[in-house]
C-alpha cells in the first residue's frame, strides 16, 4: 500500500508570491492533516479535512488555506508569502477524524524556502 | 488545551545503553499519547501510542512507554541503544475529538559508538 506522497518535495519562492502544496493520503483514508515544522516553532498544526470539510484549523493567519478533493486529495495554499514561513510542511493522513482515528500516517514534507 | 513538554532537547548515549526521552503532557480530557521519529529529510513515523488501554505501551524497534496519569508521563525507554536510533523523537497529545495534535518540541538523540 504507497504511503502518503506530498508533491513537490523542495520549493523556493519569493515574497509576496503564492504556493500550492499537494498531499496524497494512503488509499481509503479521509482524513488529512497539515503541520507546519519549522527550528523555532517546532510542528505546529495548520488545518484538518475530512470529507472534504475542513474540520479543525490551528492558529495560522488566513493567508493559510487548504481544501479538500473527492478523492481526499487535499492541497494548501499560501499567499502572500512571508520569509517566516519557510518551513517543512508535512501533510498526515489518518482513516477517519476525531477520537477514534489514532495514528496518522506522515508524508515526507515539502521543504518551502521564501527569499 | 492539551500540551506537551519534552525535557531535553538533546540526548546523547552510549550504543547499548539506556534510551529515556523524556514527555509530560497537559490535557483536560483523558489523552491520547503518541512517539513519533522523524530521520533526516523524513517525515514522521508513529513508535508507539496510548489509547486507555494497558498503561505500558510497546512500540515498534524495541521501544516501549509507560503512561503514568499521577506524574502525567508518557517517557519512552528502549533497553539498549542502537545506532540506527539517532533520530528527532517528538511525544504528541490529542484529545482525540477534533485529531487535533499537539507535539512537543523534540528530544534529538544520539548514539555515541
Known sequence: ?115 | AQSVTQLGSHVSVSEGALVLLRCNYSSSVPPYLFWYVQYPNQGLQLLLKYTSAATLVKGINGFEAEFKKSETSFHLTKPSAHMSDAAEYFCAVSDGNNNDMRFGAGTRLTVKP
Open chain 1, 1 to 115: 500500500k504507497a504511503g502518503v506522497t506530498q508533491t513537490p518535495r523542495y520549493l523556493i519562492k519569493t515574497r509576496g508570491q503564492q504556493v500550492t502544496l499537494s498531499c496524497s493520503p494512503i488509499s481509503g483514508h479521509r482524513s488529512v492533516s497539515w503541520y507546519q515544522q519549522t527550528p523555532g516553532q517546532g510542528l505546529q498544526f495548520l488545518f484538518e479535512y475530512f470529507s472534504e470539510t475542513q474540520r479543525n484549523k490551528g492558529n495560522f493567519p488566513g493567508r493559510f488555506s487548504g481544501r479538500q478533493f473527492s478523492n481526499s486529495r487535499s492541497e494548501m495554499n499560501v499567499s502572500t508569502l512571508e520569509l517566516g514561513d519557510s518551513a517543512l510542511y508535512l501533510c498526515a493522513s489518518s482513516l477517519t477524524s476525531g477520537r477514534a482515528s489514532g495514528e496518522q500516517f506522515f508524508g515526507p514534507g515539502t521543504r518551502l524556502t521564501v527569499l
